[in-house]
């Protein structure tokens, strides 16, 4: 089978698959993802791991060519063009798919005041949003989207912080956009409650901007750690799937796929 893993509940999701006597070919969205997934409980078992990029002709030739027998999703809750376009691959060649899908963090479980919290819809709705909060806008969303906040005109005057993956490609592309090396916090998570705590205070963050990843992506201590500093948070809100089916457990995977 095919799994989507460019997340860390994907790769647990393959190791398990591994575990329990699956062929898996997982595809990852950088070499460092790659790594990541080398390294973990996977060595010994039959796995293929691609990090070249799909889009949907291309991942439709190459499962022709691998024989791939079924697609699992387990791609990041906002890598909304990974999902379209296995979907659409999957419709094509008539393959199963399942979407393996990451709880939600509730957004008001987390001490933090409603008049704190600010759900938008898209990054650039993010960046408006955020420049009415404050001047530090603590950024927690990723190397991917930056040049949005980069170069939003609303965000001009203000200080944005940038929490990414310490990388060379990141910070490079972090600096490319105008984001100096004091304005960088690159290190890799979890973090937890007391981390963030820190990291708001080290870097005098007035609001911080996340997406709603569930607790494997640190979206429930994020809103912690604002939440006891009286920060206001800007959250930018899970896009909306059709998926045809939708497992909540490797367990749920499995069945779906010892039945096909």
Known sequence: MFVFAGTADGR?????????GFS?????????????????????????????PLDEAAFV?????????????????????????????????????VRYERDLTELTSQGLAAEKLHVVHS????AETAAQC????????GSRNLKAFATAPALAEKTLIARVLPTPEVIAECIAL???????????????????????????????VTKNSGSVGGTDTKLAAAAELGLDVV??????????????TSEEVERFLSLR
């Open 12 to 20: 647990a999701l393959v190791a398990a698959l591994l575990a329990h």
């Open 24 to 52: 898996v070919t997982a595809s990852v969205v950088s070499r460092y993802g790659a790594e990541l997934l080398a390294a973990a409980e996977t060595a010994g078992h039959d796995l293929v791991i691609n990090d070249e």
């Open 61 to 97: 030739a190459y499962a022709r060519d691998h024989a791939i027998a079924a697609i699992v999703d387990a791609s990041h809750p906002y890598a909304v063009n990974v999902s379209q376009n296995a979907m659409a691959a999957a419709k094509a060649l008539g393959l199963p798919y």
């Open 123 to 126: 990054y650039d709705e993010a």
């Open 134 to 141: 404050g001047d530090v806008i603590f950024l927690t969303t």
């Open 178 to 208: 105008g984001i100096a090396p004091g304005q960088i916090v690159a290190l890799q998570g979890p973090f937890s409650t007391a981390l963030n705590r820190e990291l708001f205070l080290r870097y005098g963050a007035d609001v911080v």
């Open 235 to 248: 959250v930018i809100d899970r896009p909306k799937l059709d998926y045809p089916r939708v497992a909540r």
